[in-house]
């Protein structure tokens, strides 16, 4: 059985063609997009992180027209180069604006914890200059 991604959501679904647990989408207009975004042709690491993808497309896109191509343009540049599209010049700001949003990073706990020790070490420094041991007559 193919464990495929759902082009409109990000959930997996059974079979590249089959319709969609979650929303109720079918495959892509382009089959091929659909195939593509399955375990025959993705390892589950890489269809994990397109599943992620889409999910946060989802999230920041309001509307399902300009998602898809978002994603369609996600997966047809680089470093995915997964297929081959020509994305409507009308959706091309908005879908470079969004993805300039995906790839904001999230701080993680390790950044804010190196932050928290820069910000430490800041304030020792100043609290070191100010300190009565500095002023000598
Ligand atoms: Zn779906």
């Keep these: 059985m193919t464990q495929a991604l759902c082009f409109n959501c990000g959930s997996y679904k059974f079979g590249a063609l089959s319709i969609c647990d979650d929303c109720g989408a079918g495959a ?3 089959q091929d997009i659909s195939i593509a975004l399955t375990d025959h042709f993705l390892s589950w690491e890489q269809l994990d992180v397109y599943a992620d993808i889409r999910k946060r497309i989802k999230v920041i896109e309001p509307d399902p027209e300009v998602g898809n191509w978002a994603f369609v343009h996600y997966l047809a540049n680089p470093p995915e180069n997964l297929l081959v599209a020509e994305i409507p010049h009308r959706f091309e ?3 470079s604006a ?11 706990a390790e950044v804010i914890y190196n932050r928290k020790l820069e910000i430490e070490r800041a304030n020792r420094q100043i609290a ?6 500095d002023v000598s007559l």
């Excluded at 070191?128 to 041991?133: I, L």
């Design 28 to 30: 892509s207009n382009n």
């Design 128 to 133: 070191q200059t100010n300190s009565p041991k």
């Design 93 to 95: 700001l908005l879908i």
């Design 98 to 108: 969004l993805l300039k949003q995906l790839k904001v990073p999230i701080a993680g």
